[in-house]
């Protein structure tokens, strides 16, 4: 699914830069190529980078037992 449709970045891209440790839109947005441009998706982008890092965080607390 697009989250940005300004760059064309995608939930999975995110969702890659959250394990990576990246927990902000414009930072994972720089990282991609662009900037935000509008500025609509921010918002999404933040939700989605939450999600996926508390999920990683479960992941690696899972694995620590
Ligand atoms: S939709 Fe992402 S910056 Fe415009």
Redesign the pocket.
């Known amino acids: 699914m697009y ?5 064309g ?1 995608r939930e999975s891209e995110l969702r890659d830069l959250a394990a990576k440790g990246i927990s902000c839109p414009i930072e994972a ?1 720089t990282t991609l190529g662009n ?8 918002d999404f ?1 933040q939700d989605i980078l939450d999600e996926a890092q508390r999920v990683c965080m479960g992941l690696e607390l899972s694995l620590a037992k």
């Open positions: 989250v940005c449709l300004c760059n970045y947005y900037g935000p441009c509008c500025g609509q998706c921010l982008a």
